[in-house]
């Protein structure tokens, strides 16, 4: 036990990620199930919608300049303009040598193949096709966001009828317990928010030296190695 809080002092990770827990916990003790779960419901419907759609809205997004653009960030952030790439080894090394998390590693290298390459229009090498590859991962990332917060905006206004119904004096010790914990999922899910956003900014030397922490961390890690958000991503990279 005594060891477990030595790591919490030296890696704080776990700590943070459980206070966000016990906060969504008491806030959905406070609020009650039936907001809560009337949030959680449109919250869902939400993620289904925008999991339906922002794969049609990123293949679209990939014919534009802002993918162009957004690829050349990377490049320029993970310093790829000199990588040499005329051999498959040259290609493992230089994405091994990557400053990414090392899932993303890992992707690089299962999809670096001749279909993918025609997905992303890879033109010059292993350098093209790791910038390629990560601005499309950035860019579904923030069309998932978007049109998350389109359905959420939609469907919002549907909360306020579970405002008038939770008032009810009947059900409002079960309320209270109940909406503590669905608190507890949210605040699981917050966390899953946060690590899949934190893939947006991979390039950035900050947040590299985040996931050294959330990789050595217990909870941190468990959560971010079971990431359903993530996974839901991940596994629609492309429409083929």
Do not use: E
Request: with cysteine; hydrophobic share 50%; glycine share 6%.
């Amino acid at each position: 036990m005594s060891d477990y809080i030595m790591g919490l002092i030296q890696n704080p990770v776990d700590l943070i990620i459980l206070l966000i827990i016990i906060y969504f916990m008491a806030h959905g003790a406070k609020k009650g199930f039936i907001i809560f779960a009337l949030r959680g419901c449109y919250k869902l419907i939400s993620i289904g919608g925008s999991y339906i759609i922002y794969p049609f809205i990123t293949t679209l997004m990939r014919t534009t300049p802002i993918f162009d653009m957004v690829s050349n960030v990377v490049k320029k952030s993970l310093n790829l303009q000199n990588v040499a790439s005329s051999t498959q080894q040259q290609q493992i090394d230089a994405i091994n040598s990557l400053s990414v998390p090392q899932p993303i590693k890992t992707m690089l290298l299962d999809n670096n193949n001749s279909v993918v390459h025609g997905l992303l229009n890879v033109q010059n090498g292993v350098a093209d096709y790791i910038s390629r590859y990560i601005a499309n991962i950035i860019l579904n990332i923030c069309v998932g966001i978007i049109v998350y917060f389109i359905f959420s905006f939609v469907l919002r206004t549907i909360m306020k009828l579970g405002r008038f119904i939770s008032k009810l004096p009947i059900i409002s010790t079960f309320n209270a317990i109940a909406g503590g914990s669905l608190g507890i999922v949210g605040g699981v899910v917050f966390v899953w928010v946060i690590f899949t956003v934190m893939n947006i900014f991979i390039t950035n030397d900050f947040f590299s030296v985040l996931n050294d922490k959330i990789a050595t961390s217990y909870l941190g890690k468990y959560l971010y190695d079971n990431n359903l958000i993530w996974n839901i991503i991940k596994n629609n990279l492309f429409m083929r």
